[in-house]
């Protein structure tokens, strides 16, 4: 530790999002990105749930039918996910929505977030499960893929295999999906900066630095 410089603020910023959702993708790597050009702060990043499909089954359902039951159809689908992926490309983001065959439930992918943060691997293990489904195709909803996942970030394979396997943190990824929607919030990304400051959607790096100082400011 380098005794003369002065100490870093410390803020806490709750980050809302579903892994199956790709505006959660970009949002994440922007609040990311912002944070990293505030080396004076120090930010304790929370992974909250959110379930977009709460009503999915267990084992997800084919693209296709996703696609004909959300937006009406694969041609309305294909209009948004090419400009989401004209975005992707401004964030280094390849998004490949023509890999994924099927919408998974992500209540599991949720549960291994959590299962890593107790190993202090939550971060990493979001952005490999983000690239895992929007640029490799996985399906994330899969047990034996996660804790394949789980390992490729240093997660023990047969623990985190038997983590899932069971059903520890299942109630605290329904009960965060709540506390979520019971806090007015109806979409994600969701950033709640300081407990005090929420932004949806995926903001520019600019915008996140600036809410970021009101809330430095208001905590001093």
């Not at 970030?153 to 396997?165: H, K």
Request: overall charge neutral.
């Amino acid at each position: 530790m380098n005794l003369l410089s002065p100490p870093r603020a410390r803020i806490t910023v709750e980050i809302v999002f579903d892994l199956v959702c790709p505006w959660c993708f970009l949002g994440t790597r922007r609040l990311l990105r912002a944070l990293r050009s505030r080396p004076d702060v120090l930010a304790e990043l929370q992974w909250r749930p959110f379930l977009l499909n709460p009503d999915i089954a267990p084992d997800g359902i084919a693209r296709q039918d996703y696609l004909v039951r959300k937006f009406g159809g694969e041609d309305r689908a294909r209009r948004l996910h090419a400009a989401i992926a004209d975005v992707g490309r401004q964030e280094g983001i390849d998004f490949r929505f023509d890999r994924i065959r099927r919408i998974p439930s992500s209540v599991d992918a949720h549960r291994l977030v959590r299962f890593a943060a107790q190993h202090g691997l939550a971060e990493a293990m979001v952005d490999r499960l983000y690239e895992a489904y929007f640029l490799e195709g996985a399906d994330i909803g899969a047990t034996e893929t996660l804790a394949a996942l789980g390992a490729a970030i240093g997660l023990e394979f047969r623990a985190t295999r038997q983590f899932l396997y069971g059903h520890a943190e299942t109630e605290a990824v329904h009960a965060d999906n709540l506390r979520a929607h019971r806090l007015g919030i109806n979409g994600v990304p969701c950033f709640v900066i300081g407990g005090r400051h929420a932004i949806a959607g995926a903001q520019e790096p600019e915008v996140l630095e600036r809410l970021l100082e009101v809330a430095l400011v208001e905590g001093i």
